[in-house]
């Protein structure tokens, strides 16, 4: 019996647009490219998955070019998800454990998208899984929790594990606090300030650098 043919990368952009999800389509358009133009070999890995709006769009660069995307999610949610707080939404909750739990729906997102042969899931806290981590990132996208304490996290556990020549994405990167939360955004000045890392183009909140040693 023949396997169906996987759809195309414009396929996987239009799942993306309609996916749930918080990133617009611009910057989702924009970490498409930066993910189909990366030069340098390796997998594309984000931290941050929600229900797999920013997966579908890195799918469709890694149709493009033969590679795979990591997501790295405890898909438990972040602080802005859980009750009582503006994100929240009951219907993810598990009564069975009264705890958040969006991997049903991120692999409902990807499984209707026809994304699972090039998009592999990892159900973990991002700092347990980055010290059994060795293979060098072509490109690192930075969308977990928001918390000062959890972004300087991610930064310190993954950062260092881009390729040179690799990309680095930081999502909801907001200069002004009237505009959002500023962990994101001190992520992205202390990667600066390293002097490892040269700023590219980047679109609405989406921050794009790339590892130059």
């Not at 769009?57 to 149709?63: E, G, K, T």
């Not at 993810?92 to 009264?98: E, I, K, N, Q, S």
């Given at each position: 019996m023949s396997r169906p043919l996987a759809p195309p990368a414009e396929d996987l952009l239009t799942a993306a647009r309609a996916a749930p999800g918080f990133m617009p389509d611009d910057e989702g358009t924009a970490l498409y490219e930066a993910a189909r133009t990366v030069a340098v070999p390796g997998p594309l890995l984000e931290v941050g998955s929600w229900m797999g709006r920013s997966a579908l769009?890195?799918?469709?660069?890694?149709?493009e070019t033969g590679r795979q995307v990591v997501t790295v999610d405890h898909h438990r949610g972040s602080e802005e998800h859980q009750p009582g707080w503006e994100y929240h939404d009951p219907s993810?909750?598990?009564?069975?454990?009264?705890?958040?739990d969006t991997l049903p729906r991120f692999r409902r997102t990807i499984a209707d998208a026809g994304a699972e042969d090039v998009v592999i899931a990892v159900v973990a806290r991002s700092e347990v899984l980055?010290?059994?981590w060795t293979t060098p990132l072509a490109l690192l996208f930075l969308d977990g929790s928001h918390t000062e304490e959890s972004a300087r996290r991610d930064q310190d556990a993954w950062v260092a594990k881009l390729a040179v020549g690799g990309t680095l994405a930081i999502h909801d990167v907001f200069p002004d606090p009237a505009d959002g939360g500023q962990a994101p955004y001190g992520v992205y000045r202390r990667v600066l300030a390293s002097g490892d890392f040269a700023e590219l183009p980047g679109t609405g909140s989406l921050r794009l650098l790339r590892r130059e040693r």
């Open positions: 769009y890195l799918a469709a660069a890694a149709r993810l909750v598990d009564p069975a454990v009264g705890l958040l980055a010290p059994l």
